[in-house]
């Protein structure tokens, strides 16, 4: 409790001070104005003085009302306890999430991002998520150096979220759930953060990059040989076409050759919004932090493709999303695949679109280690309310089934339903 009232004294204390702070070029907004960003806005034009820091900063607190059941046999453990039995859930509050940015003006053209989570439910403890230094000129070598090719390109480098698919644009990043509609991310949720640089090319709505990372989440210089290299790429089309119609199409591929471990959908250290659901009697929050969540297992070799459309007309927006992973273990001789489907309808309305409504259809299937064809299906219904630029409060209905596994499997003929709030503030 008492870090909790010093957590919220620091960030009460940083927001008074963001207000006044310095706002970068190219750089997506924390509060409502970057809701429907994708990667950051390339301007060639800055306002670059001297260097300066922007502090900001995100909190997010549930209040969680879940309940689940499942059909599968009795599987004891050494101690005689029955590690396929549910643990009961009550109606209370999530642990309180926060995070800490930093986003400095190196440069003319150069800005430093730095997070820092403040409490997550893995980490309760703060650690630092990641950061990248971003170049939109080179002036720094040369006064107008590359200053035609500067207008379009962006460089990124450093330990930072990797850029596969766009659903990660409108995840929930630890306390920074103000561009998420929904209170939960996807069910198998992309994302991770590796040492690597990523190249962009913006012009006239085309959006190209390619990128490349060591390909581990831990950094560690032994076991050379064992990881190489992952490579990203991502190819896409967004316009505005008109005041009211925006559209954007894109098409994303990550791939990891051999790994000692990969990390693409077990990189989220700040865990699942829905907490214990599907977990036995002896998990705890902090260690059992996946909870809802289904990863392919693909261990050692995976290839990811990811195409994502998305339509906003007026109040009324779309986001897709179709998915196609296949990989497998060391063990394996052969790869598996595991397919997602996610679909967002949500209508925005009110004086600046500050009220919303919506749904979402989120589909995963494939082959598991165990040679169980799996199928899970959620769907999420919801509302938000943005009583300010920076404070936003939600209201979802979850609905999780699971298909097709085995008897001695917890999550045999397994199901969780029911309602969670979320009040968000960002800045």
Do not use: C
Request: aromatic share 14%; proline share 2%; charged share 20%.
């Amino acid at each position: 409790m008492k870090n909790l009232f010093t957590l919220a004294i620091v960030l009460i204390g940083t927001f008074a001070i963001a207000q006044q702070q310095y706002q970068l070029n190219n750089w997506r907004p924390y509060d409502k104005t970057g809701l429907i960003m994708f990667e950051a806005p390339k301007d060639s034009v800055t306002t670059f003085e001297n260097v300066k820091v922007r502090i900001g900063g995100a909190f997010a607190l549930q209040y969680q009302a879940l309940d689940h059941e499942n059909n599968a046999v009795s599987v004891l453990n050494s101690n005689n306890v029955n590690t396929n039995q549910l643990a009961a859930l009550g109606n209370n509050f999530n642990l309180a999430t926060a995070n800490l940015d930093l986003d400095v003006a190196l440069y003319d053209g150069v800005n430093l991002h730095l997070r820092t989570y403040l409490s997550s439910r893995h980490h309760p403890e703060p650690y630092v998520k990641g950061g990248y230094i971003q170049f939109d000129k080179l002036d720094f070598i040369r006064k107008g150096f590359m200053a035609e090719t500067m207008k379009y390109m962006t460089i990124k480098i450093g330990h930072m979220e990797n850029n596969y698919g766009d659903a990660h644009f409108r995840r929930s990043d630890n306390a920074l759930a103000i561009y998420n509609p929904f209170v939960g991310n996807y069910i198998m949720d992309a994302f991770t953060t590796e040492v690597g640089a990523e190249v962009y090319y913006q012009r006239k709505g085309w959006i190209a990059m390619l990128g490349a990372t060591n390909g581990k989440l831990n950094q560690a210089t032994n076991a050379p040989g064992v990881t190489s290299p992952s490579v990203i790429a991502k190819i896409g089309y967004d316009k505005q076409i008109n005041t009211d119609l925006r559209f954007r199409l894109t098409g994303s591929i990550y791939n990891t050759a051999q790994s000692a471990r990969t990390f693409l959908y077990g990189g989220d250290r700040a865990g699942s919004r829905y907490y214990f659901v599907m977990e036995n009697t002896l998990a705890t929050s902090k260690d059992n932090y996946s909870s809802g969540l289904i990863t392919p297992g693909f261990t050692n070799e995976l290839t990811a493709i990811m195409v994502n459309p998305f339509v906003k007309y007026k109040g009324l927006e779309f986001f897709g999303m179709v998915e196609k992973v296949s990989g497998k273990t060391k063990a394996e001789e052969d790869e598996r695949d595991f397919t997602q489907l996610g679909a967002e309808l949500i209508y925005r309305f009110g004086k600046n679109e500050n009220l919303y409504v919506a749904g979402r259809y989120n589909n995963v299937s494939g082959e598991t280690l165990a040679k169980e064809d799996v199928d899970v299906t959620r769907f999420n219904i919801g509302a938000g309310w943005f009583m300010t630029k920076n404070i936003l409060v939600k209201f979802e209905y979850v609905n999780q089934k699971y298909d097709g596994y085995a008897e001695n499997n917890i999550l045999h003929e397994g199901k969780f339903n029911g309602f969670v709030a979320e009040a968000v503030i960002a800045f």
